[in-house]
């Protein structure tokens, strides 16, 4: 919403003036409308919430923040909530059960109708990443010998509101999916056909235990509005929306570049995040790190006899292990991402190696050449050291990329999250391994 | 597809059994035909592709890769170029302009109708980010004294096919945008409502400058399946469907993933870019960065007397430039994803800020505390260098997090994008800072 309104509406609020927030709430959209609401306090929240529209009421209901949720739902009467839960989707409502306490969650489910009660209960128990946990069960069955007119008929009746209507499934006897009606089809077709001849029978469906990532990724590859989910005895069970689907891709995204950056993917946007939370799920991962850097410097204490007779060689240490790293995690990120559009397969792993190959010949030769000249220019006449140093980083740059390749496709492999295999583990490794060529060229060159 | 009918298709393909090949990939969806077609020779995929059936056809088309979509506008006869582009998108032709030769460009334009190709040529102009980059011009208008009936009948007959005809926009004579029309409320309304009772004006809409990141994150925020798009004085122009928004969403955060590991976004897939494409795509950033961190060495050659001293010092090193370089990607990444989410806004800096400081405070605390025992437990009896080393990597950890802060929302302040103040250039950064902090403790207290 606009400042100027917000404003308006933060005015209102301190004359108690809630009948003219209700009428400015109810021009805007249901998702602004939950996102003001959001941001007063819970009991105010509460009280404007009780005066909107019944039907505008349960779409701004799904878009709260769990905790308003929370204090709403335990404000209200038993009748105020059935109605509630009456307009929200089964995927929002297994969406509040799993956030609310449990003594909430007995109220809510009380609440609902004894049939969705029974859904619910099934949905919650598939796992948190697959495409069951995302689905919701509202959707029209449509029979292959009704008429396009009683299929629109069905469609009108059919007490479903939402973007789901633009989808009908045939299914037979046994709820075995046969085909997929799209709304348009049967808009642009006589009254009489069959809705066997408007049906398409090579539609793309997913099963109840398919990640839901690969949901997505169906979703955006095929430009699909819904995909039906059937169970493993192909019987259509429910349907995922592209809504969910795009939540879930910017979703996965946000987890990859937390994992990518070593940390635990959060649950709540940053700002609702507190600094404890923070702090737990940065630290894991920080601290196997540190601990793992402790390699590179137990291999460095082996070379203190090097340092005290060239100290300049030092001096390039953060050149070649930050160029090194840098290499490393261009390669693994660009893996990562490849698997996860999958753009890159686990059996391209050869094509993908040799191609990180001869880039990171090309990458490395520029790079030592430039490094050459710079050292020459900075310590005129130590053509050896600027040798060692050169070679060490053209090296360094060719196995940061073979490792950043291999890494996230061996984890991947082991059934492991490759986003793991990011620039943090990729340059603590690259580390030990670049300091241990640069010293032991530079042992044996210089004949320390 | 799968790979048993991926098989047969190879066998028929050997045969030239290129009606039977057509028969099974009509059974298929379209964009896995395009995905086939786009895998074998260009000759045969233009053989193929002109046995199949005209409406199919055009919807394949927009699938196949450019090369393939070149080689077969090439081969096709000026009438048969008309029928494909007939059924193509705005949008669809608007990207094809934008890949092909120009030469060819020419003939595809000289086989769309007169008024289409005024509308791709102006929306040629929308700059590469923008809304207008990425909208299409099919739409329904409707009229606010229109009946329901009389606006179905307006839909049905529009030829406009796909989701599209789900939304239709009310507009005045001036082509202004007055509501919106769902046609859930339109089939769930009686015959001889007016079309003003039915639309909803306080619709979300977008204007062709707005940056297309932004028009996605509109579509994940309000569960939309269209957004109108409108000029700078209002008047309707085209329209952007979620099919493409996703598509806009997965690349962007693409691109971040790309600019976040210090590379230069790619064009293609990563099995389709050539190796010295990728070699020239990753190798600017790390020529900078090296030359960038030519500065840790330059700090470092001021401390040559300490490491012939005490050249265990050196030892810790990487520990502590790993360990600054992680904690500050950390931070930045979270800042730059939230931002990239509008989760994280500008006015937030002191908020922002002051949390990463109390967060830094904790985990540095924690890393520190570790890292003296660690240390005197490898080299019993050195409490002055375990002290040292800790209180070093604390402030390393916490100004790395400050840094790690800043800079991603100063770049977004000054207009640059934040996804390029990510791990590799706070790595360089820090690297100097933590290198500073750590010799100017050591020297002081070792009174080298």
Avoid: C
């Amino acid at each position: 919403m606009e400042n100027e309104i917000l404003e308006r509406l933060d005015e209102l609020l301190e004359l108690r003036a809630f009948k003219q927030i209700k009428e400015i709430l109810e021009e805007h959209n249901e998702v602004d409308t939950a996102e003001y609401l959001s941001s007063i306090s819970p009991k105010d929240a509460t009280i404007i919430f009780r005066v909107l529209n019944k039907e505008v009421a349960a779409d701004v209901f799904a878009y709260l923040e769990p905790d308003v949720q929370q204090y709403i739902v335990s404000a209200m009467t038993d009748t105020e909530l059935a109605d509630v839960m009456d307009e929200l989707f089964v995927d929002e409502l297994v969406d509040l059960v799993e956030e609310l306490p449990a003594s909430i969650v007995q109220r809510v489910l009380k609440n609902v109708d004894p049939s969705r009660r029974a859904t619910i209960n099934q949905f919650l128990k598939y796992p948190d990443n697959s495409a069951g946990s995302i689905m919701t069960s509202e959707l029209i069955h449509l029979k292959m010998d009704m008429t396009v007119k009683e299929a629109i008929e069905r469609i009108r009746n059919s007490d479903i509101d939402g973007e789901i209507i633009y989808t009908s499934y045939v299914t037979d006897a046994k709820r075995k999916l046969l085909g997929v009606v799209h709304m348009k089809d049967l808009l642009l077709s006589g009254d009489d056909t069959l809705i066997e001849d408007v049906m398409i029978e090579d539609f793309i469906s997913t099963t109840t235990v398919t990640d839901k990532e690969e949901v997505g990724h169906l979703f955006s590859k095929y430009d699909l509005l819904n995909i039906p989910v059937t169970d493993n005895e192909g019987r259509l069970v429910g349907v995922v929306s592209i809504d969910d689907a795009v939540d879930v891709l910017v979703e996965e995204a946000t987890e990859d570049f937390e994992l990518m950056a070593a940390m635990k993917p959060s649950e709540k946007p940053y700002m609702q995040t507190g600094v404890f939370t923070l702090a737990k799920n940065r630290l894991v991962w920080l601290l196997v790190l540190m601990i793992s850097a402790t390699i590179s410097g137990t291999i460095l204490t082996k070379y203190q006899v090097a340092f005290a007779a060239y100290p300049l060689l030092v001096t390039f240490m953060p050149m070649l292990t930050d160029t090194g790293g840098n290499a490393g995690s261009q390669t693994s990120t660009t893996i990562i991402r490849g698997m996860a559009l999958s753009e890159i397969e686990l059996t391209d792993f050869f094509r993908v190696w040799w191609k990180e190959l001869r880039v990171s010949l090309l990458v490395g030769l520029v790079l030592a050449a430039v490094n050459f000249g710079r050292v020459l220019l900075f310590h005129p006449g130590q053509v050896t050291i600027a040798l060692i140093v050169s070679v060490s980083l053209l090296l360094t740059v060719m196995i940061a990329k073979s490792i950043a390749t291999m890494m996230p496709m061996l984890a991947k492999r082991l059934g492991a999250d490759p986003a793991l295999m990011a620039s943090p583990l990729i340059t603590t490794i690259v580390d030990a391994v670049s300091l241990t060529i640069y010293f032991t060229i530079a042992q044996s060159v210089l004949g320390i």
